[in-house]
């Protein structure tokens, strides 16, 4: 069974850094696109960035280019996502999600059930 | 960068009736990179419909998609109960590879 678990949200200052990370299990880690997705809350969902599977392609939102940074570790099954210079904007929930082919461009077929980041001082 | 735009914002129907959910970009969605995704509360979104017409694995076949180009249509054949909440259109690209949502339509129990 596809499982993709997020951890490492709370709460931050403005300003400040978090990591997100992403334990993916029940399917070949190494051989997946994969994304973060995010949700300010009761508004929609933004994409926020995603990494090919060698990490050698990666591709950010506008909003969060040169503050956030999408990682992989295939021999840990693990995606993270380092942010820092976090806005009060950045409020919102963080999903990961697997794309849903290998090969072809593609959506997204599972996602982790999210983690909240709240930037407040 | 693709801007979807979704309509309605809100759609007020009941159960057993159809629903019609639109989708329009700024500009022609290559090769149908148009996926629609349900979401219900504290739920992470649930992909339906991928490439514009294929439904996901699992999904049931009232749901159906349509459209090329800039429009595009989420169709609900026979509203179960189950199926209020909110739908998201989402565009994805290959160079590079990058992805927008639409804003929602939330699809309500009149």
């Known amino acids: 069974e596809v499982q993709l678990v997020e951890s490492g949200g709370g709460l931050v200052q403005p300003g400040g850094s978090l990591r997100l990370s992403c334990a993916a299990s029940g399917f070949t880690f190494s051989t997946y696109w994969m994304s973060w997705v995010r949700q300010a809350p009761g508004k929609g969902l933004e994409w926020v960035a995603n990494i090919k599977q060698d990490g050698g392609e990666k591709y950010y939102v506008d909003s969060v280019k040169g503050r956030f940074t999408i990682s992989r570790d295939n021999a840990k099954n693990s995606l993270d996502l380092q942010m820092s210079s976090l806005r009060a904007e950045d409020t919102a929930v963080y999903y990961c999600?697997?794309?849903?082919?290998?090969?072809?461009?593609?959506?997204?077929?599972?996602w982790g059930q999210g983690t909240l980041v709240t930037v407040s001082s | 960068e693709i801007v979807l735009t979704q309509s309605p914002g809100t759609l007020s129907l009941s159960p057993g009736e159809g629903a019609t959910l639109s989708c329009r970009a700024s500009q022609s969605v290559s090769s149908n990179y148009l996926a629609w995704y349900q979401q219900k509360p504290g739920q992470a979104p649930r992909l339906l419909i991928h490439d514009a017409f294929n439904r996901a694995t699992g999904i049931p076949d009232r749901f159906s998609g349509s459209g090329s180009g800039t429009d595009f249509t989420l169709t609900i054949s026979r509203l179960e109960p189950e199926d209020f909440a909110v739908y998201y259109c989402?565009?994805?690209?290959?160079?590079?590879?990058?992805?927008?949502f639409g804003q929602g339509t939330k699809l309500e129990i009149k």
């Open positions: 989402q565009q994805y690209g290959s160079s590079p590879r990058m992805y927008t």
């Open positions: 999600a697997r794309d849903l082919h290998v090969t072809t461009v593609t959506t997204f077929d599972y």
